[in-house]
């Protein structure tokens, strides 16, 4: 979310990867800020997923339900 507040303009945003790649092939140019927000709001409705734990206490850095609801609240009105 902060990269593509920081360095989306001019309708583009930054570059969108959802599946692993090789670093080499990391040369995807911006992809439109309207698909990277799309994309951050559907990987934070994983608040649903039953698997995701709610919370990381002995964790940290780890994603979490509280981390998706907190995120979500902050950026989604």
């Known amino acids: 979310m ?3 507040e ?3 303009r001019d309708g583009l945003g930054v570059p969108v990867y959802t599946e692993p790649i090789d670093p080499s092939e ?11 927000w799309a994309q951050i709001i559907q990987d934070l409705n994983a608040i649903n ?3 995701l734990p709610n919370n990381q206490i002995n964790g940290e850095g780890r994603t979490s339900k509280g981390a998706a609801y907190a995120l979500r609240g902050e950026h989604i009105s």
């Open 2 to 4: 902060r990269l593509n």
């Open 6 to 8: 920081l360095y989306g």
């Open 26 to 36: 990391a040369n995807k140019g911006q992809s439109p800020e309207a698909e990277v």
């Open 49 to 51: 997923d039953p698997n």
